[in-house]
């Protein structure tokens, strides 16, 4: 049997993770009583936190998967600001008898986050816990085109998505599933895009700078749910919203899942999508879609007087957005 946590200590630990990060050009790297960076004038900062059983479960994603979604989910509330992840700081928690190559594999799955997204890792804790609990802090810089928030929707402009929506929750049914049911496995096998983009969904960095570049009044982040984070966005900016259900672009497998399964609205409301929601005046939309491309930009909805998402040209789904407290 391997090591597990108590057999070599928190410093012995905490040694063996930083061994697997990637090299950083830090002013003073972790291993002091904190570390030190370079920033700017604004810094953006954000922070999550995913907790075993609850966010992920390691029958379906590996360590590295782990590790690899908790950098991104944090990379990804920058690129709705239009911002650079600059650091990232990781602190775990974990049961003493967690085998260390288990964290091990986690830190691999940070270190190939930190190299996708250009980050450095800063430092972080690790901690005795009841199940593994990994959360992450980022800070950022704005990008070229400045800060894009949640609250600058206006009536009259249209809702704008980058890519496709309804993926991730298409994977996680597949693979809750496909142990025992022949035709989760054969739509798995299939469709293999949807339990990557579960795993390892992946931060709009470039399209977010460009978008805030191209002139994006408002942005938010699909980590919800599309319909549950355009209504945060519509209760920042004091608007309602028009949502055209029949224009939501699904990727390619989610009608089959949700045929299968027996719901709808995959796209509408499942969540760990990780593409942006996008505001923009009517006649910026062009000038949007260059920026983005290559990944493709959708008109999906209009911002209107009032408050709140009414859909249109399409029934209200059957499951509902990611709320942290259901």
Not at 241 to 253: K, M, N, Q, R, S
Not at 266 to 295: F, H, K, M, N, Q
Request: proline share 5%; aromatic share 4%; charged share 20%.
């Amino acid at each position: 049997m391997g090591e597990d946590l108590a057999d070599i200590g928190e410093f012995g630990v905490i040694r063996r993770l930083l061994e697997r990060l990637p090299a950083s050009q830090l002013i003073v790297p972790p291993g002091d009583d904190a570390a030190v960076v370079r920033t700017t004038d604004e810094t953006l900062a954000a922070a999550d936190l995913l907790v075993e059983g609850r966010h992920f479960d390691f029958a379906f994603s590996s360590p590295a998967d782990v590790g690899f979604k908790a950098v991104t989910v944090n990379v990804s509330d920058i690129a709705a600001m239009g911002g650079r992840p600059r650091y990232v700081l990781v602190s775990i928690g974990a049961p003493t008898a967690t085998p260390v190559s288990l964290l091990e594999s986690l830190y691999d799955g940070i270190g190939e986050a930190a190299r996708a997204y250009g980050v450095a890792v800063a430092g972080g804790d690790t901690v005795g816990a009841d199940e593994i609990i990994v959360s992450v802090a980022v800070l950022g810089e704005p990008g070229p085109g400045g800060v894009v928030l949640r609250s600058g929707a206006r009536a009259g402009d249209l809702l704008c998505v980058t890519g496709e929506l309804g993926a991730a929750a298409a994977g996680l049914a597949l693979l809750r599933a496909e142990s025992g049911d022949p035709a989760a496995r054969a739509l798995a096998d299939r469709f293999p895009r949807l339990v990557q983009a579960h795993r390892r969904g992946v931060a709009r960095l470039r399209e977010g700078e460009a978008a805030a570049t191209a002139g994006a009044r408002a942005m938010i982040d699909v980590s919800d749910g599309l319909i549950s984070d355009a209504w945060h966005m519509c209760e920042r900016s004091d608007v309602g919203l028009i949502l055209d259900g029949h224009t939501v672009p699904a990727a390619a497998g989610v009608a089959d899942v949700e045929e299968w399964a027996g719901v709808s609205g995959l796209a509408l409301s499942g969540g760990d999508d990780y593409e942006l929601c996008i505001a923009v005046s009517p006649d910026g939309v062009e000038t949007l879609t260059r920026a983005v491309a290559p990944t493709a930009v959708t008109m999906i909805g209009r911002f209107v007087e009032g408050s709140g998402v009414e859909l249109s040209g399409a029934e209200a789904p059957d499951v509902a957005g990611w709320d942290s407290f259901r």
